[in-house]
């Protein structure tokens, strides 16, 4: 009974990445006019919202190769986006964290995905509907931080 849970759960979740990409997400990966493949916008979210990342800690979240990684950030750092520095406490241990310019291009890029999206919401949902999602969604980003904190158990 809780595997067949688990799995609609997992279907559920599968199924809506394409859907939040097409519905809400036609401009992602747009910065800085220009088009960041999927794995280069994740890595600017990601480094955006840690501050400063190890490139293995990177690798890891945004699961590909530390080989991958590193082309995919060569990448970022040519477009301006992103620097790389050494640990303060260990200084063999690379940190990528976004750049002055990567900084402002997110922001930028959060607010006209924020009004674009909000747009589309205000116009397709009801209160009702968007009290329910919300809802929804607490639960949901309650359930990845569970599955994040068990993550790091292990």
């Not at 009801?126 to 949901?140: R, W």
Request: with cysteine; proline share 2%; aromatic share 6%.
């Amino acid at each position: 009974m809780k595997e067949n849970k688990v799995n609609y759960f997992l279907e559920t979740v599968i199924k809506l990445a394409p859907d939040f990409k097409q519905n809400l997400g036609s401009t992602l990966g747009i910065i800085e006019n220009r088009t960041l493949t999927n794995h280069q916008f994740f890595c600017v979210a990601i480094i955006g919202r840690s501050g400063a990342i190890s490139m293995s800690e990177l690798a890891e979240a945004l699961g590909t190769s530390k080989q991958q990684l590193t082309r995919i950030v060569n990448e970022l750092v040519a477009y301006g986006l992103v620097e790389r520095c050494s640990s303060p406490g260990n200084h063999r241990v690379v940190l990528a964290k976004l750049s002055p310019k990567g900084i402002e291009a997110s922001e930028s890029f959060k607010e006209k995905s924020v009004q674009r999206a909000g747009k589309l919401i205000a116009a397709a949902l009801t209160e009702k509907e968007l009290d329910a999602g919300i809802e929804s969604l607490k639960t949901l980003y309650g359930i990845f931080e569970k599955l994040k904190q068990y993550n790091k158990k292990q």
